[in-house]
């Protein structure tokens, strides 16, 4: 004997949170009133270059990064290859990412120069995970070396200071 099966309605799906238009967050984090209008002009243009990962995290910044600095992009990709839309970049196109042997350390007097002779900058910047940022400049490297005039920037070490708060 088979149990009789009860014809419910199904259930409504669950209400989704209002998102704002501008920002992508949602209405009670909204973050509109920080993203400058206009966007602020910068005579470099920097290319983030977005892990696929990256691009679903709920506190993804680069979208508010895009529309804070007029002449930036984002891609979201795992590597970079001669069909990534990069328009023409001139010969001062720089990445963020420590050294390597095969794109040796860029020094501040070699950029100085680059900025005082006026020449356009692209900025390349890598947005993942240390791991999933590693894996896509080597993966990107072929590319990298045919458009770049240099390499990267050499390594920064950052100290972080531990902040103490007086109780009262």
Partial sequence: MEPETVNEPPSPPP??????HKCDRPIPVCLCHVIPTPPIPTK???IIIQHPHES????????LLTKSL????SIITRRLSSTTPINHPPSSTYYLFPPSQSSPAVT????KTALKNNTPLVLIVFDATWKH????VRASEGYLSEILHKGVF??????HR???YLRL
């Fill in 15 to 20: 209400k989704r949170r209002s998102i704002c």
């Fill in 44 to 46: 470099t243009q920097i």
């Fill in 56 to 63: 679903h995290h709920k506190l993804n910044t680069a979208p």
């Fill in 70 to 73: 007029l002449n930036s992009s």
């Fill in 108 to 111: 501040l007097s070699d950029l």
């Fill in 133 to 136: 940022a590693k894996e896509m």
């Fill in 154 to 159: 050499g390594r920064v070490r950052w100290r």
């Fill in 162 to 164: 531990r902040r103490e």
